[in-house]
């Protein structure tokens, strides 16, 4: 069962005003920055953003028809696994409805696979892409995402551990069946809620 106390037990380090936070997490001073490999290199002219699988129109988008999309605002909090939060961010970009209703998603689809540049993956059921907050980011607080954020797009899935939170974002796969991402293989928690401190796979509902 998902629980979302309004309160949570601060950490000792925290200061009285630190945000509510979920349990076992703390606010990182600074935004960190956490990744795989290298940060890759954008090509406007060569990048292309897919959409396929369970869908009956699969898209290939350049980054001019990407950014031509109809753009939505959100908060969402990134929580890293490893206890640093970043929250308070204004994000700006897509909705993932966008991209399904102009793939046309199949009734089959159940679960989506995000693919990051370089073959990094996180995957999700549909319903918590499409019903929690989730943003395919292009902006944070009113700028443009920095490279080593995740430009051009980054995934941002709230209440999700953040390695869900795909940067450098090049596609969504529609899937009957779930497919465990880059972490999720790793032994970390395929459900990945927050508020549950679903953080390995022990944790979760696995
Ligand atoms: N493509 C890609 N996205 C990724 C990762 C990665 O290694 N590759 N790491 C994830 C992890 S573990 C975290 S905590 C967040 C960190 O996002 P930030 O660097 O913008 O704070 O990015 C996530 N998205
Ligand atoms: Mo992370």
Redesign the pocket.
């Known amino acids: 069962m998902i629980s979302r106390p309004r309160t949570v037990r601060k950490p000792a380090l925290l200061d009285a005003d630190a945000p509510n936070l979920p349990p076992g997490q703390f606010p990182a001073k600074r935004?960190?920055?956490?990744?795989?490999?290298a940060v890759p290199p954008f090509d406007p002219a060569t990048w292309d953003f897919r959409v396929w699988g369970l869908v009956d129109r699969p898209l290939r988008l350049s980054w001019s028809e990407f950014s031509a999309l109809p753009e939505v605002e959100r908060a969402g909090d990134?929580h890293?696994?490893?206890r640093w939060s970043?929250p308070d961010n204004r994000w700006r970009g897509i909705d993932p409805g966008e991209l399904a209703r102009m793939a046309v998603s199949r009734a089959a689809a159940r679960y989506v696979v995000l693919h990051?540049?370089?073959g990094?993956t996180?995957n999700l059921p549909l319903e918590a892409f499409m019903t929690t907050g989730a943003i395919l980011a292009t902006h944070h607080d009113g700028q443009p995402l920095t490279s080593?954020?995740?430009a051009p797009v980054?995934a941002v899935v709230p209440h999700r551990?953040?390695?869900?939170?795909?940067?450098?974002?090049r596609g969504v796969e529609f899937l009957a069946e779930d497919r465990p991402g880059?972490?999720e293989g790793f032994g970390f928690s395929n459900s990945a809620e927050v508020w549950n401190e679903e953080r390995f796979a022990s944790s979760g509902r696995d």
């Open positions: 935004w960190t920055v956490l990744h795989q490999g990134l890293c696994v490893n970043k990051g540049e370089g990094y996180a080593e954020h995740g980054r551990y953040a390695w869900k939170s795909v940067k450098w974002l880059f972490w």
